[in-house]
């Protein structure tokens, strides 16, 4: 099993519609979940943070945190065009703090 | 102010060359990643270092690959002899390990091709 997983997708939704990207992950003792967006040929960019079960919301974008269940996903509303990447999970491990497990991602694609 | 710095941007080198590719982290960042990223198995850590010192490279494919950290403002990963599977975008991450937030704040990336 894959410490962090998520559907590669492409995920298409039209635009002004809700994007949900999802991601589990195998270490039921890490606590820092992270959201990283990455244009084609370009680095990934930080764009949520989540440390408690619940909803955290930043603009369109709402991620949500389930440590029973290990799933963390990322609503994005409103979705636009520019919104086009792909979607990258990490999560800090619970015995290593510093390193970062980066799922796979899912690429979004959102169509006018 | 500047980002994370990497250099260079391309890079085309023929099998058995050594290359080497340097990073800049962020000014204040005590930690330096470096990542390997391609389709087939997407982004991978290489090695870490926390204050300069190297702190897990179990990333690191083979002993063709090494890193170093000399001082707070310099790393740089090297591949000597290169091979064709070496292909990829590498990126060089920092962050300053502790913070509350300690974001990993990603560099441009070396596009690698070797042939």
Avoid at chain 2, 47 to 76: C, H, L, Q
Wanted: hydrophobic share 30%; charged share 20%.
């Amino acid at each position: 099993q894959k410490e962090v997983e998520q559907n590669s997708g492409p995920l298409s939704v039209p635009e002004g519609a809700i994007a949900s990207l999802n991601c589990t992950y195998s270490d039921r003792g890490s606590q820092s979940f992270f959201w990283y967006r990455q244009y084609s040929g370009k680095s990934p960019e930080l764009i949520m943070s989540i440390y408690s079960n619940g909803d955290k919301e930043d603009g369109r974008f709402t991620a949500q945190l389930n440590k029973a269940s290990q799933y963390v996903s990322l609503l994005i509303r409103d979705s636009q065009p520019s919104d086009s990447a792909t979607y990258l999970c990490a999560v800090r491990l619970s015995y290593n703090t510093d390193k970062l497990i980066f799922g796979t991602g899912t690429r979004l694609q959102v169509f006018p | 102010d500047a980002g994370v710095i990497q250099s260079p941007r391309h890079e085309v080198t023929e099998m058995g060359q050594e290359v080497t590719l340097r990073c800049k982290p962020i000014s204040g960042h005590n930690s330096l990643f470096w990542y390997r990223q391609t389709m087939m198995r997407g982004l991978e850590l290489l090695i870490y270092f926390n204050n300069n010192v190297p702190i897990d490279d179990s990333g690191m494919p083979e002993d063709r690959f090494s890193a170093k950290m000399p001082n707070a403002s310099f790393s740089t990963l090297k591949i000597q002899p290169s091979e064709p599977r070496d292909s990829a975008v590498y990126f060089c991450a920092s962050s300053f390990a502790g913070a509350p937030a300690d974001t990993q704040y990603f560099g441009p990336g070396t596009r690698l091709t070797v042939l």
